[in-house]
């Protein structure tokens, strides 16, 4: 029996030196926030997410699209080189010089002894031509200007000619809306300056589901982008567009990865514009009472020098070829208060949430193998001192 006891107490010696062998998930609590604390190869920094942290996150000026300057209003488009103009051609009787017949006009004519020119492209020399006015010069001018300039024009050629001039395609006065998750088009403003929804809903809608949809807006060579469900759950985003706007409307599955002691270690698609770390955990079936430390919730993230120099003291190790700052967030769950933490604290796409394993699971880890054993030897000893005479 003796035996049996100095063989199993050299046998945990052997093993509480190896284990750090034991098999886990990932590092410990302490391994994470010691790796990074004072080393000489340190490469990333722990953030203890406090009332601190969770202020200088709230100041942070987030992507919106209520960022771009007031749009230019569409009003009466003005003709641009590739409109698309169609003018039409009205006199008093008794003239004839546009109430003649289609074999003599050449053109189409009218209900009311009008004839219509065909539509015309302007040109890069800017003009367009209208039988018995000549070349008409329509870059820069309004409908209603060239109206008043082709009657001018007219006017000694024709009875009391009226002129009514349309713009089938107004290029200068579009939105631009391409991308793979839409078929794409260009849009014609009218007067009131239709929004991002209205343009977008112009091209024939969306190609992708909403939530794996993402909206660029281009501007004046400023360029936001949103997910697509930002637009309806906060309607100020759904900003009126201008004349020059591109957007693009692409498919993008945003995702963060959530790995350790959870219910499921998995690759997790947004399903809302913004979710929470609270969300986020629950989502992965929440943490393990049997494996998880609730000390050590970590989120791991890339952060931008100037977002994250608030709460860090001291130089910032940046990623090479990144431009981007390794950054460690630590919550402590067991804390009540972590627990409001999490839900106020977001999470962003690329983001890796990782729960670490309590140390006393590595514990019954490292029993439970001393037992598997040591128990053959034990067993063995009873039934020798249980037989022996």
């Known amino acids: 029996m003796a035996f049996a006891v100095r063989a199993a107490l050299s046998l945990s010696l052997i093993m509480l030196a190896g284990c750090s062998l034991l098999p886990g998930s990932g590092p410990r609590t302490a391994a994470i926030a010691t790796s990074s604390d004072g ?11 406090n009332e601190y942290a969770m202020s200088a996150f709230a100041a942070r000026v987030e992507p919106s699209f209520l960022s771009f300057s007031e749009y230019k209003t569409a009003g009466e488009p003005v003709v641009g080189i590739g409109d698309v103009i169609k003018v039409t051609v009205w006199e008093a009787p008794p003239g004839n010089l546009f ?10 004519i009218g209900a009311a002894g009008g004839a219509t020119v065909p539509e015309q492209v302007v040109p890069r020399a800017g003009t367009i031509n ?6 008409v010069n329509v870059v820069g001018r309004t409908p209603r200007d060239i109206e008043r300039l082709i009657a001018k024009r007219l006017a000694s050629k024709a009875v009391d000619p009226q002129v009514l001039v349309n713009v089938m395609k107004s290029v200068g006065n579009s939105v631009t809306v391409t991308g793979d998750a839409v078929t794409g088009a260009q849009v014609a403003l009218s007067p009131k300056n239709e929004t991002v929804l209205d343009v977008i809903a112009l091209a024939g809608g969306l190609k992708a589901n909403a939530h794996e949809t993402c909206v660029t807006l281009v501007r004046n060579k400023k360029v936001v982008t949103l997910p697509f469900a930002m637009l309806s759950q906060y309607p100020a985003e759904n900003i009126r567009l201008g004349p020059g706007d591109i957007l693009f409307v692409n498919k993008r ?6 790995l350790g002691a959870t ?9 809302a514009p913004a979710i929470s770390l609270a969300q986020a955990i629950a989502r992965a079936g929440g943490l393990t009472d049997d494996r998880a430390d609730a000390t050590g919730v970590f989120v791991f993230r890339y952060e931008y020098p100037s977002q994250i120099q608030p709460l860090i003291k001291g130089p910032l190790f940046t990623l090479p070829g990144k431009g981007m700052v390794p950054i460690v967030y630590r919550l402590n769950l067991r804390d009540p208060k972590g627990l409001f933490l999490a839900q106020a604290f977001p999470i962003r796409e690329g983001d890796m949430v990782f729960v670490s394993t309590s140390p006393a699971t590595e514990l019954t880890k490292f029993l439970s193998i001393v037992n598997a054993a040591v128990a053959p030897a034990a067993n063995g000893a009873y039934l020798y001192n249980f037989v022996r005479p």
Do not use: K, L
Not at 39 to 49: E, K, N, P, R
Not at 130 to 135: E, T
């Open 39 to 49: 080393a000489d190869d340190q490469w990333y920094q722990v953030v203890d997410v």
């Open 99 to 108: 109430n003649a017949s289609i074999s003599n006009m050449g053109s189409n």
């Open 130 to 135: 209208v039988p018995f006015a000549g070349d």
């Open 253 to 258: 599955a945003r995702t963060y990865t959530i």
């Open 263 to 271: 219910g499921r270690q998995a690759e997790v698609p947004f399903d």
